[in-house]
T-cell receptor
Framework: GQQVMQIPQYQHVQEGEDFTTYCNSSTTLSNIQWYKQRPGGHPVFLIQLVKSGEVKKQKRLTFQFGEAKKNSSLHITATQTTDVGTYFCAGLWKTSYDKVIFGPGTSLSVIP | DTEVTQTPKHLVMGMTNKKSLKCEQHMGHRAMYWYKQKAKKPPELMFVYSYEKLSINESVPSRFSPECPNSSLLNLHLHALQPEDSALYLC??????????FGPGTRLTVL
């Protein structure tokens, strides 16, 4: 079946340090999306990657989609306390564009 | 209006009660979703409606009954729930394979 894995489960960083979370699918993805959920909040869309090898940047955030479209990463440069939350990748497959499967998430804590 | 609204924010119900969760979006999105999220876990897909028709049911127990009265509204009817059904219930909407907009959720407690 379709599965999305994500590591690490938790990450504690000092403010100013970098952070990376990795996402891996058991099968080739059509698209991958990234969401952020603040404590007590709901998931908020960050970005969608569609093309093999795609790299997108949003200020201090860099998103990559692997060449085989089975893995992805999110890298945050110089973390800030506002980056605290859980980062989820979510995979979409061509067989059903409506079916989004979330990875287990990486919970980021930033120590001031 | 880029907002998905959900009511109520909190709900406490007994195992014999019948209640409904409501979700509304006015973005013209053709797909609407129900997710269940337990603490420290990812959202777990329950149902997907596409153009007001149920397109995906992820083997959800029949005590959860979805309804899509029109393109802007999505309901989740609850009946005879169990304590383990206590969770955050999230509604979302999207266009085809695009970003999902999530509502704030309904925090459900089943006693």
């Amino acid at each position: 079946g379709q599965q999305v894995m994500q590591i690490p489960q938790y990450q504690h960083v000092q403010e100013g340090e970098d952070f990376t979370t990795y996402c891996n699918s058991s099968t080739t993805l059509s698209n991958i999306q990234w969401y952020k959920q603040r404590p007590g909040g709901h998931p908020v869309f960050l970005i969608q990657l569609v093309k093999s090898g795609e790299v997108k940047k949003q200020k201090r955030l860099t998103f990559q989609f692997g060449e085989a479209k089975k893995n992805s990463s999110l890298h945050i440069t110089a973390t800030q306390t506002t980056d605290v939350g859980t980062y989820f990748c979510a995979g979409l497959w061509k067989t059903s564009y409506d079916k989004v499967i979330f990875g287990p998430g990486t919970s980021l804590s930033v120590i001031p | 209006d880029t907002e998905v609204t959900q009511t109520p924010k909190h709900l406490v119900m007994g195992m014999t009660n019948k209640k409904s969760l409501k979700c509304e979006q006015h973005m013209g999105h053709r797909a609407m979703y129900w997710y269940k999220q337990k603490a420290k876990k990812p959202p777990e897909l329950m149902f997907v409606y596409s153009y007001e028709k149920l397109s995906i049911n992820e083997s959800v127990p029949s005590r959860f009954s979805p309804e899509c009265p029109n393109s802007s509204l999505l309901n989740l009817h609850l009946h005879a729930l169990q304590p383990e059904d206590s969770a955050l219930y999230l509604c979302a909407s999207s266009q085809t394979s695009n970003e999902q907009f999530f509502g704030p959720g309904t925090r459900l407690t089943v006693l």
